[in-house]
């Protein structure tokens, strides 16, 4: 149990439709980040928040953005959905400092049809 | 950019020994992680190596050659419920923000 929860735990959505994943950091970590995990592969890094600015980003388009809010809980928001948008979305919470582990929700598995 | 190798399948039985290794090839470096992942759960915090040598966590062993771009996850007593993912992981620098990539994963299958 690692203190990150992640809602919805499963999702369908249509090609074209809008989705928004949430996530609740551990309590005392300002640091959220967001992966895809496509079947099979290890998770790869869409992009980080710290006190509710983008940090960092991997190499995914525009149509995926995030937020972090005061309380340091954060939401993946997802446009134009393709079908190659279909994964495990998962969250980790940290402290910014570099020698620090990170914590992974149990992800949103979202399948787009 | 960052890249990590790792092999793809390892299998071994119950009780014996196996070692998962990672080359990686990075900038920024600040260490090597290792997470366990088990089919649809999250991965989970094993180890991390900042500096060069050996970490021990009661059955687990990690270990890094910062010389080397290398480390390797060490299993011992291998129990039927280690079945599942293993992921490498450099943690690295990229302006303001440290970020963690992630290997490809070894699978392992331990048999009885």
């Known amino acids: 149990e690692t203190g990150v929860t992640q809602s919805p735990t499963h999702l369908i959505k249509t090609r074209g439709q809008q989705v928004t994943l949430r996530c609740s950091s551990q309590s005392g970590h300002n640091t959220v980040s967001w992966y895809q995990q496509a079947l099979g592969q290890g998770p790869q890094f869409i992009f980080q928040?710290?006190?509710?600015?983008?940090?960092g980003r991997g190499n995914f388009p525009p149509r995926f953005s995030g937020l972090q809010f005061p309380n340091y809980s954060s939401e993946l928001n997802v446009n134009a959905l393709e079908l190659d948008d279909s994964a495990l979305y998962l969250c980790?919470?940290?402290?910014?400092?570099?020698?620090?582990?990170?914590?992974f929700g149990q992800g949103t598995r979202l399948t787009v049809v | 950019g960052q890249s990590l190798e790792q092999p793809s399948e390892v299998t071994a039985v119950e009780g014996a020994i196996v070692q998962i290794n990672c080359t990686y090839q990075t900038s920024g470096f600040y260490g090597l992680s290792w997470y366990q992942q088990h089919d649809g759960g999250a991965p989970t915090f094993l180890s991390y190596?900042?500096?060069?040598g050996l970490e021990e966590t009661g059955r687990f062993s990690s270990f890094l050659s910062r010389s080397d771009s290398y480390g390797y996850l060490l299993l011992q007593e291998l129990q039927m419920k280690d079945s599942a993912s293993y992921f490498c992981?450099?943690?690295?620098?990229?302006?303001?923000?440290?970020?963690?990539?992630f290997g490809s994963g070894t699978q392992l299958t331990v048999l009885p």
């Open positions: 992981a450099v943690r690295f620098s990229s302006g303001s923000a440290r970020q963690l990539t």
């Open positions: 190596n900042a500096l060069d």
């Open positions: 928040y710290y006190r509710e600015e983008e940090n």
């Open positions: 980790a919470s940290s402290l910014r400092a570099p020698n620090t582990e990170a914590f």
